[in-house]
Structures are given as structure tokens and as C-alpha cells.
Antibody, heavy 120, light 109 residues
């Protein structure tokens, strides 16, 4: 059974960089059948796709966030990570990592989510 | 890249059927058969209910079905049960990108 677990600071100051890691267990992140995605949900609002990475390192980002987002992968640790720079209060959200089935994609496994609050 | 359009709310009585729409464009919903639907209960992660327009993952009741016509996809829940009360989100592939709908709150009366 595949499991994903997000980890990282729950509080980030404005203008700083948000950093989260997703650890995958029960399956290999190097499988060519999947992308590995980050998705977020501001409190009381809908889901927003942030971007995804393939095990090879290829990335695709939401155009609205592209200038601030970096997603990376560490296949040796079966992890992938998110960095979001220059955060503001609008970036306060529950951040989910999810497995995304290639090619067209559906998110079949999700982490439990982690709340990141941007505040001084 | 705009969000897909869903009605903010839908409702039905136990045993009834309800359909939730998801409208996009020819660049997303209309252009690919890669529409998926997710159920989210409060405080929980979303759960995949339908993928590739109309396929159900193992374990999802056959009361849930999906379809698509043109730029609009639909999720139908038949034989409504109390546990179906949740938020529902559609998502579509959009040519290397992914886009979600704004979500629909389904209330079982």
C-alpha cells in the first residue's frame, strides 16, 4: 500500500521560503508510471495544483506560481520536495503531496496534508 | 489557466440521484479524456472517485458514475447516502498542466 507523508515547518514568515518534503513508502518514486505532485488548499477554499516532477527530474509548474516554485526529487531517499519563495499570507494553506498517474493524470494516493501558516 | 467551473452547491434526499457539472474549455476538459473527480470530507485528504472521465477505482461504489459531453464533465451520485455528504472536486489534464474545479458542496437532506 503506497503511503505519502508531508513534513516541514508549520509556520513561515512573510517573504521567506516555504520548504516541504514528501516521503513515499510502499512504492518506488522511480517508477516511470507516475508523476509526483504538490497541491494546496487555502482554509475554506478549493484545491490548487502547484506542480509535479517525474523521477528523471522533469518538472511542470502552475503558470501562476511558476516564478516562485521549485520541485525537486531525491530518488535515493524516495522523497520529493517543494520550495515556494517570497511567501505572503495568501500562501497559507494545507499542502498535499500526491501520486499522479501518467500520462493524463489522476491523483490516486494523497498524503494527509500539512498546514503551513505564513505569519510574522 | 483558469479553474474549471462547478456549481458551489448541490443537494438531494437519501435514495435520490444528483449530478454535479464541471465546465472547462477545449484546452482541458474538452480536449482530453483525463477528467477525474475527488471526494473530500472535512479535515480529510481528497479521495479519488472517478478517473479518465468514467472509470471507478477499486472500492468506489458503483453509485458513482462519470461522463463527459464537449467541454462539460459530470459526476452522478445515485442512491444518495448520508456518507456521500462532502465536497466534490473535478480535475482535468490541460496539456502538461492540471486544473481543478472550484468544488461543489453536496448536502444530503
Amino acid at each position: 500500500q503506497v503511503q505519502l507523508q508531508e513534513s516541514g515547518p508549520g509556520l513561515v514568515k512573510p517573504s521567506q521560503t516555504l520548504s516541504l518534503t514528501c516521503t513515499v513508502s510502499g512504492g518506488s518514486i522511480s517508477s516511470g508510471d507516475y508523476y509526483w505532485s504538490w497541491i494546496r488548499q487555502p482554509p475554506g477554499k478549493g484545491l490548487e495544483w502547484i506542480g509535479y516532477i517525474y523521477y528523471s527530474g522533469s518538472t511542470y509548474y502552475n503558470p501562476s506560481l511558476k516564478s516562485r516554485v521549485t520541485i525537486s526529487v531525491d530518488t535515493s531517499k524516495n522523497q520529493f520536495s517543494l520550495k515556494l519563495s517570497s511567501v505572503t499570507a495568501a500562501d497559507t494553506a494545507v499542502y498535499y503531496c500526491a501520486r499522479d498517474y501518467v500520462p493524463g493524470g489522476h491523483f490516486d494516493y494523497w498524503g494527509q496534508g500539512t498546514l503551513v501558516t505564513v505569519s510574522s | 489557466q483558469s479553474a474549471l467551473t462547478q456549481p458551489p452547491s448541490a443537494s438531494g434526499s437519501p435514495g435520490q440521484s444528483v449530478t454535479i457539472s464541471c465546465t472547462g474549455t477545449s484546452s482541458d476538459v474538452g480536449g482530453y479524456n483525463y477528467v477525474s473527480w475527488y471526494q473530500q470530507h472535512p479535515g480529510k485528504a481528497p479521495k479519488l472517485m472517478i478517473y479518465e472521465v468514467s472509470k471507478r477505482p477499486s472500492g468506489v461504489p458503483d453509485r458513482f458514475s462519470g461522463s463527459k459531453s464537449g467541454n462539460t464533465a459530470s459526476l452522478t451520485v445515485s442512491g444518495l447516502q448520508a456518507e456521500d455528504e462532502a465536497d466534490y472536486y473535478c480535475s482535468s489534464y490541460a496539456g502538461s498542466y492540471k486544473v481543478f474545479g472550484g468544488g461543489t458542496k453536496l448536502t444530503v437532506l
